[in-house]
């Protein structure tokens, strides 16, 4: 039921920033965290961060923290990224994603729904 699409990436050069939103549909869009992954070619998809369905707790990667920011705005069923300081090994495809719970969650085992990403470029 639920379906989710990326915006926003695009390439950046190093140091420079990226917002990211993630638009969902479906009605009960605070019920649920939101999480945001990421993968780079010939790499695992890595979590990079998520937010409760509050949007009050949110939990990083230590690679992007202090650099990253996600937040929600459950009116508009939209959860952002906002990337700051990119660097070149930033550079994948971004993907947002719906948890099964409202509490943040790490584990993408937990996560049902799953957007078809946007691509990150970070040039040097």
């Known amino acids: 039921q639920v379906q989710l699409v990326e915006s926003g990436g695009g390439l950046v050069q190093a140091g420079g920033s990226l917002r990211l939103s993630c638009a969902a549909s479906g009605r009960t869009f605070g019920n649920y965290a939101m999480g945001w992954f990421r993968q780079a070619p010939g790499k695992e998809r890595e979590f990079v961060a998520a937010?409760?369905?509050?949007?009050?707790?949110?939990y990083y990667v230590d690679s992007v923290k202090g650099r990253f920011t996600i937040s929600r705005d459950n009116a508009k069923n939209t959860v952002y990224l906002q990337m700051n300081s990119l660097k070149p090994e930033d550079a994948a495809v971004y993907y947002c994603?719906?948890?099964?719970?409202?509490?943040?969650?790490?584990?993408?085992?937990?996560?049902?729904?799953w957007g078809p990403g946007t691509q990150v470029t970070v040039s040097s």
């Open positions: 994603a719906q948890a099964i719970t409202m509490a943040t969650n790490t584990d993408r085992g937990r996560y049902r729904y």
């Open positions: 937010v409760s369905g509050s949007g009050i707790s949110t």
